[in-house]
């Protein structure tokens, strides 16, 4: 290996990079843009759910009930019915999700001891998140019927009643319980996979296709240095790119950064190098731009957003996917830029999967080393 | 390791088969020190091939090679470094300035730093570019271009020079300036294999080879190979009815081939004297005027349309 050859590679590849405007200009836009757009659209919140009540009742406690409804950042009241047709028709149209029906003898009940009903209508065609207003809308009855129940109690006992368990909850890391807090560390993390994949992907295949690699391979130049050299012009484009998309996440998105920002760099320039490595390899595979860039984007889109724990969570997949999900790098890194940003957690419990990661880039280094090496068809 | 008195380069039976087919089929020859060495054959007939195998490019299947002393399969990085390569294709970085291309491939090279610099003058001086350093590869004409990947390819003085195609789709003007550089560089003593398709070309060289079906057909002096040729008589022939004369002429023994050449036929005899007077013959008898009939030297194109077609007699 000869570094003034690495070298030469490198600023001859930079020099690509800095001529070719529309491609610079997508590089770094493309981070800024799919922050926004995933951040945004991929809220897994479930709050200010549509809701219509249909009050028979009309009493105090029924209202008071509304009232706390009402109050709720969970719900959202869209009206009010007088029947269970208007129910039926909203959900049919999908304006409301959720309906309530509070029937006559709700404070009858309640008031009596008895069991006091209250008929829930839910939307169950999105199963998440009608599972998740459920139980809101169960926590807030049964939160609410307890409450009137203890008060009617006190006043016949004279005196409080203490609750036998009172569980108070304390929630670490995000505690807010906001997704975006969750979502856009793993983001960062799945997207730069492919963003740094996609970036390379073109390089070899270009040069075979402009002729140049017939060219370069009768030269001196060993296969390990043009991979080496073009992967460093690229690694300058790809801190930037990760540097984009943290400052939006903690300055668009106020998610928390509580870990130490040298431990990220240093994480992210070894998985970067892998993933570079990653669209260098594939696009020696191709040979052609098109198909390169196909090929960088089904192997690196799919495993990083559906595989990597980014979205969903890996314990709740099959067995057999879970066994493909240990080689997925983007697995380890959103865990690393999670455990950064959200744990404030260090070297000290993310070594392992830095580890994977350093491995994983020398790997498949060798690989297009091995791949480049190979003459003319 | 390296000889300066063995010949520049050496094959020997060399062949490779891509598949079934056998692109190059035993094909053994020479070239000394500072020759101009050229490889001539149609499009498809194993040239790029032999190059590419020399250039450590492509493996060959079997027989031996060497270049700069060198031995093909064993040591392809050290040919490398003694070697400059030009591909039939325009293979430099056409978004990069005239210097950009010079300096990076200088630098691959491994030029010594302190002769950086007069290399990079001495390519820009020699394709005429010292005015263009700046402009962007993409812009310049096709004879430019072409003589800035010789440049690129000699920036590092390799010992042998391998020319694939140098001139196809440049203008005869450029051709022939390209040419003179060709001369040039031979006579500081580096030695150039050069590919064409060009007739015209071929006799510029000093030692010819003719590739043909990937096996090699002719090989010697361009003179020689005319002079080879000459046990055929050529007439230069031009009459009233060209089509017809052909066709008379064809089928007529003792007349050996028929081809059209500019505004008239080359025809082939096997004896000069009785050739003219059965031409004659043939001709009054067809009613065909004879404009202008005169026995000619054989040109490179007359040697190579008459070898391949001997080729294609012996195997067809």
Request: hydrophobic share 45%; with cysteine; aromatic share 10%.
């Amino acid at each position: 290996m000869s570094i003034r050859r690495i070298r030469a590679m490198f600023e001859k590849e930079f020099r690509h990079i800095l001529r070719d405007s529309r491609s610079l200009i997508m590089a770094l836009f493309l981070p800024l843009f799919q922050m926004l757009l995933f951040g945004y659209a991929l809220n897994l919140d479930v709050d200010r759910i549509p809701t219509m009540i249909y009050d028979a009742d009309q009493s105090t406690d029924s209202r008071a009930l509304i009232a706390r409804i009402h109050g709720s950042r969970f719900f959202e009241i869209q009206g009010y019915a007088t029947n269970y047709a208007d129910i039926e028709k909203g959900i049919d149209r999908s304006k409301v999700l959720l309906g309530i029906v509070i029937p006559r003898n709700y404070s009858q009940h309640l008031n009596s001891g008895a069991r006091a009903n209250v008929q829930i209508l839910l939307d169950g065609s999105d199963s998440n998140t009608a599972s998740i207003a459920l139980s809101y809308v169960e926590g807030l009855l049964q939160n609410y019927a307890l409450q009137v129940r203890s008060a009617g109690q006190e006043r016949l006992a004279g005196m409080p009643i203490v609750a036998p368990v009172d569980a108070r909850l304390r929630v670490w890391y995000n505690s807010t319980l906001q997704s975006t807090n969750y979502i856009v560390p793993g983001l960062i993390a799945a997207m730069m996979m492919v963003i740094a994949a996609l970036l390379t992907s073109l390089t070899v295949a270009r040069e075979w296709e402009m002729g140049t690699m017939e060219q370069l391979l009768s030269t001196p130049v060993r296969a390990g240095e043009i991979v080496l050299g073009k992967m460093s012009a690229f690694f300058v484009v790809g801190l930037v790119d990760t540097t984009i998309a943290v400052l939006v996440g903690i300055f668009v998105y106020g998610v928390p950064f509580r870990g130490n920002v040298l431990m990220l760099a240093f994480s992210t320039m070894i998985f970067l190098s892998g993933a570079f490595f990653w669209g260098i390899l594939v696009s020696a595979l191709a040979r052609t731009q098109l198909f390169a860039f196909q090929l960088g984007l089904v192997t690196t889109f799919l495993p990083s957003f559906l595989l990597s724990g980014f979205l969903y969570a890996i314990e709740n997949m099959p067995v057999p996917i879970q066994v493909i999900t240990h080689v997925v790098p983007a697995r380890y890194f959103v865990t690393i830029v999670r455990g950064i940003f959200l744990k404030g957690i260090g070297m000290s419990l993310l070594w392992g999967q830095v580890l994977f990661l350093a491995a994983f880039s020398f790997l498949v280094f060798l690989a297009a080393e091995r791949r480049m090496r190979q003459k003319l068809a | 390791m390296t000889s300066t008195n063995g010949p520049a380069l050496e094959i020997r039976d060399l062949v490779k088969k891509f598949g079934d087919f056998t692109a190059v089929d035993h094909v053994s020859f020479q070239v000394a020190q500072g020759e101009i060495f050229g490889f001539l054959g149609p499009n498809g007939a194993g040239k790029s091939t032999v190059i590419r195998m020399l250039c450590g490019l492509l493996t060959p299947t079997s027989g031996w090679g060497a270049v700069a002393g060198f031995d093909v399969a064993k040591h392809p990085e050290e040919i490398r470094k003694n070697i400059g390569y030009m591909s039939q294709k325009f293979s430099l970085y056409d978004d990069l300035s005239v210097e950009q291309n010079i300096d990076f491939f200088s630098r691959i090279y491994s030029v010594p730093k302190a002769l950086r610099a007069e290399r990079k003058e001495y390519v820009l001086r020699m394709a005429g570019l010292t005015d263009r350093r700046t402009t962007v590869t993409r812009l310049l004409a096709g004879g430019w271009k072409q003589r800035l990947a010789l440049g690129c390819a000699i920036v590092h003085s390799p010992r042998i020079l391998f020319l694939d195609e140098p001139t196809s789709g440049v203008d005869p003007i450029a051709r022939r300036s390209f040419w003179d550089l060709i001369y040039q560089l031979a006579e500081g003593g580096q030695t150039i294999l050069v590919t064409t398709h060009y007739m015209d070309e071929a006799e510029y060289c000093h030692r010819l080879a003719l590739i043909y079906r990937g096996k090699l057909i002719a090989l010697g002096v361009p003179e020689q190979l005319k002079r080879d040729l000459s046990s055929h008589k050529l007439l230069q022939l031009e009459t009233s009815d060209l089509l017809g004369t052909m066709r008379a002429l064809e089928s007529e023994p003792g007349v050996l081939d028929v081809a059209v050449f500019g505004a008239g036929l080359h025809v082939n005899v096997d004896d000069l004297a009785a050739g003219i007077d059965r031409i004659r013959q043939v001709l009054a008898q067809h009613k065909i005027q004879i404009k202008r009939m005169e026995p000619i030297q054989p040109s490179m194109e007359d040697v190579f349309v008459g070898l391949i077609e001997a080729e294609e007699q012996k195997n067809p």
